[in-house]
């Protein structure tokens, strides 16, 4: 059923994963590892985490078998390749990705090829260590799934790893993940559980992020950030991903725009063209927000985060919209109003100059 449709019936599977949250939580790493029987480490990262990955080698010492700090946005299959080679020589018997959603994505790419045990350990707020979605970029653009076998078996939540997060990566991560929250909210499969957790997660980020820009040192508003991804990335992970994350994975996968500011920026101009169709979904996503109406609600949280940007800021051109139209159209994703190449345009050309358009 829809959020929106009379009666109840609905049907989910939950997967065994081991959540670990708090400040410190790191140190409780090996023994988390030792209780899964894990003891042969691949740390995967990207680069520039070097000091994170110093943290990690001194909590795990000699288990650490071999170390891949080159993971990149959108998961190229080139660097999936890589990696696998990495996995040969290693031998590792766990893998750990720690990161953002490029280092998690990788992690995801090796279980999916070789069947290794992933855990995460998240320092942004994409939430995707809480989903069972990968995604590979290749020369025909971005592939993604769903597969049990990707989903991390571990996720080890430290608030104190995030501290360093620039503001403005922070607060574009932070709406990546309000992304699941709201597409959650209007999936076609939603139950209770799945609304209620996606609804709290919309209500924490709203709440934190802004804490977190005006103070990145804030403890409690990191802390805050990172509970309410967890619970986007788990209701997401319950839920159909609709037509917001298939015209961000286009515009990553085709057209190499970044991955959290495109979401940042497109979320408000799809949940207005969805508003019609799904009036709970918006009622419980503009009461999370403390907004009259959860696109504009959207849009002004945007702007509190110093998030203004176009999709145009980010290199995406008027020439470029046909063709990502066409690709998003293909694919098919369920989304509660009926999607259209022209809608999808307009949606776009929106999302382009920053305004908003009568044609979605």
């Known amino acids: 059923m829809t959020a929106d449709a009379p009666g109840l019936a609905f049907a989910y599977d939950l997967r065994p994963v081991r959540v670990v949250f708090g400040h410190g939580a790191l140190a409780q790493l090996p023994a988390e590892l030792d209780a899964l029987e894990r003891g042969r480490v691949l740390l995967i990262a990207t680069p520039g985490r070097s000091e994170t990955l110093a943290q990690l080698r001194a909590a795990l010492g000699a288990r650490v078998a071999g170390v891949f700090d080159r993971a990149a946005?959108?998961?190229?299959a080139v660097v999936v390749e890589s990696v696998l080679a990495e996995v040969k020589r290693a031998s590792p018997?766990?893998?750990?990705?720690?990161?953002g959603g490029s280092a998690i994505g990788l992690g995801k790419a090796i279980a999916r090829e070789t069947g290794l045990m992933l855990a995460a350990v998240p320092t942004t707020y994409a939430g995707s260590e809480m989903t069972s979605i990968w995604g590979i970029t290749g020369e025909s653009g971005k592939k993604t799934g769903r597969d049990a076998r990707v989903a991390p078996r571990l996720v080890l939540y430290d608030p104190e790893l995030t501290l360093s997060l620039p503001a403005a990566v922070s607060a574009a991560?932070?709406?990546?993940?309000m992304a699941h929250a709201a597409e959650a909210l209007y999936a076609a499969n939603a139950d209770p559980g799945t609304l209620a957790l996606a609804e709290e997660a919309a209500r924490r980020l709203a709440a934190s992020l802004p804490r977190v820009v005006a103070a990145p040192g804030d403890r409690a508003a990191r802390a805050e950030a990172l509970a309410g991804a967890h619970l986007?990335?788990?209701?997401?992970?319950?839920?159909?991903m609709g037509l917001h994350h298939r015209i961000c994975h286009v515009l990553g996968g085709t057209f190499g725009l970044p991955h959290a500011r495109t979401h940042a920026i497109v979320l408000p101009h799809v949940v207005a063209f969805n508003a019609s169709a799904?009036?709970?979904?918006?009622?419980?996503?503009?009461?999370?927000?403390?907004?009259?109406?959860?696109?504009a609600g959207l849009a002004r949280l945007n702007r509190a985060l110093g998030l203004s940007a176009t999709l145009g800021d980010l290199g995406l051109g008027p020439a470029d919209i046909p063709r990502a139209a066409a690709e998003v159209v293909a694919a098919g994703y369920a989304n509660p109003r009926p999607v259209t190449a022209e809608a999808v345009q307009a949606i776009l050309e929106a999302a382009l100059r920053g305004g908003t358009s009568s044609r979605a």
């Open 73 to 76: 946005e959108h998961v190229p």
């Open 93 to 99: 018997d766990v893998c750990v990705s720690v990161g």
């Open 173 to 177: 991560s932070g709406m990546n993940a």
């Open 232 to 240: 986007a990335g788990r209701a997401l992970d319950l839920a159909a």
């Open 278 to 295: 799904a009036p709970e979904a918006m009622r419980r996503l503009a009461r999370a927000l403390g907004a009259d109406e959860a696109a």
